[in-house]
């Protein structure tokens, strides 16, 4: 595999921003490529996931191209004050990927998936823009916050208020409505995982009970864990195995 970070102008941003890649560089992988998109948590950034995890070497065998943005503390939204992060992933990322590697630009050539705010944001994004992304996936995933009292999540993220709003819950960025928005048909296959011992542990148990009662098709699992890079490096590995199974590879 091939590693790259890609220095660009963002135009969403109206800012310099930057993502790492990793991609095929074996001519004998079938192109096009599809694409695994994987953001990162609320205290990090681009370069996380290649610090952190062997994400290189796992995906070494597939002929898959993992796109790592920067999020920011941003929570993968347009800010109602701030910064649009969902526009800088959505058109300027996907768009620059799209332009410059031979990838599948089509949904069944896009995964996404992430951790704890990335968590939020592949399940945030990939609901949202069901018509992009073919596979989510999520790790200790922060998927309620929008449920709960606002001060909970300023507590965490005192970007909250800027971000969301007073009145977060069951707005157009909280998953649980976007859920109840959109056709269950088209909702792509969804994967969900959570350590035991993790603080974000009740929100994934809500969030899995909600699609459950309303039956829409998903995978969730509990693991022993905590909040931490021991836990991904781990879990990262049954999201890939979960995303080329859904994903259009090439042969």
Known sequence: MAFATIQYFSRSLMKASAFNIIFPDDPAKARPWSTFYLLHGLSDDHTIWARRTSIERYVQDFPLVVVMPDGGRNWYTNAQEGYAYEDDLIKDVVGLVERTFPVRAEREGRAIGGLSMGGYGAVKLGLKHHEMFCS????????????????????????????????????????????????????????????????????????????????????????????????????????????????????
């Open 136 to 251: 989510v996936n999520s790790h200790s995933g922060a998927v309620g916050f929008l449920q709960a009292d606002p001060k909970e999540g300023k507590k965490l993220s005192p970007e909250f208020p800027r971000i969301f709003g007073k009145e977060p819950k069951n707005g157009p960025e909280d998953p649980f409505a976007i859920v109840e928005r959109i056709d269950h048909g088209r909702i792509p296959a969804m994967r969900i995982d959570c350590g035991t011992e993790d603080f974000l542990l009740q929100q994934n148990r809500d969030f899995h009970k909600f699609l459950e009662d309303r039956h829409i098709a998903h995978e969730y699992q509990e693991f022993p864990g905590n909040h931490n890079w021991g836990y991904w490096d781990e879990h990262i590995q049954e999201a890939i195995a979960f995303h080329t199974r859904n994903l259009k590879i090439a042969k």
